[in-house]
């Protein structure tokens, strides 16, 4: 299986080009041009962050096998990496890509008006205790997996004996509908909520000021995600012929499921734009990718390809409809990380429960996955919403959220950044002698 | 000597220069503007949300001509210009006092 560890290792170098430059193009060209690189500059802050912390506490806090009350692990066991078997690290890598991309995307739900530092230590933070531990809840075996002391365990009870006993019904999760999507589309929300809404919000327009840049980060987003969903693949055995036979398979099978969940997807909120605003819109196919991408993350090894067309389909448009939410209900979730990630990342993990070909109650196998996928969701929920409140609230009585008013209408980009995303004019101006700049440092010209 | 302003759809600019160029002017001043007449814009519409876009992109053409050739000047763009639809544009004709040639300092007439 040598060729498995050098698709790991592109798995993980596809993973990382979702957040740079995927996400942040797709996010920066939905901006307005005043704070284009500000939006970017907070997918890139992400990267740099999580990066470091995954290796110092981020893995250990997540997949060690120091357990802490099936909830989140020993912070401190594989601190930094240190007892760590140099086998382990292609491992790190692929999930520390993870922690990365899911951080960066609740970036879309506060555009235009946070300061940078306040984004740089809430994203530390966050992840800390939200992100690790539901990695560690349901990919390290806590409490939102087969574990025999886990939420699936407790309502429907356990199978086997000792060491092999596990939860009847396990949650299934491929690649992190509930870790990632849920989980950055909950965080979104709640801060959107606490932050509050941009000044001049549903009445100056804040429309997208380079769709071009949105739809090249859709399509990269598309070729990383390949990385994401393909990499997430777990053997159930260490012999080398049926782990030879499950790759093969089961890797064309997510493949060819988030492919075509997405194809559907994009047809799906194209068709509801076109019934409901007379034209498909070139915003609408690039969001529709990611709609279709998100819901079928927990649920691309589960389903049939046909099964994944229908979910597609269902995500594309129950996620068109649900972006308008945010005018009904006042929030600036300003480039809809709640209406994609967070109702996507639902439809696809609940989805889970109707479709999947073992388990699903369209294939006559009951509703006990169905619920088991729902309490998860709602658990999942619970926790990211405790979490991001805590730290959200934190943030605004210490350092504060907000740049000044007349900063955020003049434009993020100058005032937090120094520099602006184009520049369109001949005469741009002078550039100051050494000794001036030192002089009035800070001041803008 | 007059200055002829005309502002024109994007779409028809291309047919005002050649007819200029054909009646024998050998330059212009242009520039990429926004505005809006009695259509009021238009209306945009970004994942559900509707955008009512006042400004709508034209071109501006700026020509300074002698007395005797502004009405003739008009005419052309004005034929040139015409779809017979609404945001069609204005050509607006001021009086200029005089006009001087950077690269020789020539003045008036003989700098156009």
Redesign the interface.
Known sequence: MDGYHAWMLIAASLVLLMTAPGLALFYGGMSRSKSVLNMMMMSFGALAIVGVVYVLWGYSMSYSDDDVATLFANPFTLFGLQDLDPSAYITVAFQLTFAVITAALISGAIADRVKFSAWMVFVPIWVTLSYFPLAHMVWGGGFLSHNPDGLAALVFGTVGEGAEKVAEIAPIDYAGGTVVHINAGVAGLVLALLIGTRIGFGKT?M??HNLPLTMIGAGLLWFGWFGFNVGSIVFASDDPDAMYTQFVSETGLVWLNTTVATCAAVLGWLLL?KI??G?A?S??AA?GIVAGLVAITPACGALSPVGSIILGLVAGVLC?LA??LK?RFGFDDSL?VV?VHLVGGLVGTIGIGFLATAGGLFYGDGAKLLGVQVLVAVFAMLWTALATLLIGLAIKATIGWRVDEEDEIAGIDFVEHGESGYDLTVAGGTRRTPAQSTQKEGVPA | MKLVTAVVKPHKWEDVREALETFGITGMTVSEVSGYGRQKGHT??????E???ALVPKIKIEIVVEDVDADDVVGIVVKAAQTGRIGDGKVWVSALDSVVRVRTGDRDSAAL
């Not at chain 2, 945009?44 to 949300?49: C, D, I, L, N, S």
């Open positions: 327009p429309k997208p734009e409901r605003d034209k819109t915003l609408g969001s068109a972006v308008g005018y809809d209406g | 945009e519409v970004y994942r559900g949300a955008y009512d876009i």
